[in-house]
């Protein structure tokens, strides 16, 4: 095999390569990849988490948008009719396109924090083709992402990726079991797209606004933060009190709120 100069993580593209195998064998089992399996892993770096989903006979495609880890990838795994290699960026990847059979694809990364937030919300919109996406992210957006109504970490995030996926907050990981090693410690996180939504808005992106301008001035109750778009009346009429601070309301709260403020629009 050729053997390449070892692989310097490059700022730009966020990158905190993974080396714990206990993390990796973790994340494997959390995963629990089957033969049959169509798995697409984004960001793959030097192939860490990427030996494990091959070994278990799944299909894997992965995204990798550092060139310079193209070749590393192809003479590690490029001999495996399972793999391909996709080169290009995440963020504008048409994830779809990989959905050429029945089977829903199942996403795997451990995601720059620097895209995190967009990634997640790009791969989100194309949800319809997805089983279910394990990430590595920084412990705090985990923390936001699972968080429930009146807890510390709830906000905008939170709610718009509930109001997609089941969120489960998996398990944590410290800083050293990457090279170099972040700031910040991890955590992974699965989100599973409902079959059916929970609590279907009328129409999301009302539902982005009315969480967008209640959390502008999170401190701030109901009635002073969405006076732009409902006035107390309105939010009393779908059972919620205007005196509530945007944190104490839940998803099904703002679902509701959201559905009014799109009949308001439609019936002046």
Known sequence: MKQFAPHRARKRFGQNFLHDAGVINRILRAVAPREGQHL???????????EGLLSSGAQLEVVELDHDLHPLLLARFGDNPQFTLHKGDALKFDFRSLATDE?????????????????????IAQSDCVADMHFMLQKEVVQRLAAGAGMNHYGRLGIMVQYHCQVEHLFDVGSGAFSPAPKVDSAIVRLTPHAQLPHPADDVSILEQVVREAFNQRRKTLRNTLKPLLDAESIEAEGLDPTLRPEQVDLAGFVRLANRLAKEKADP
Do not use: C
């Not at 829903?104 to 997640?120: A, D, E, F, H, Q």
């Open 103 to 123: 089977r829903k694809l199942r996403i795997v990364g451990n995601l720059p924090y620097n895209i995190s937030t967009p990634l997640m919300f790009h791969l």
């Open 40 to 50: 697409v892993e984004i960001g793959p770096g030097q192939g860490a988490i990427t």
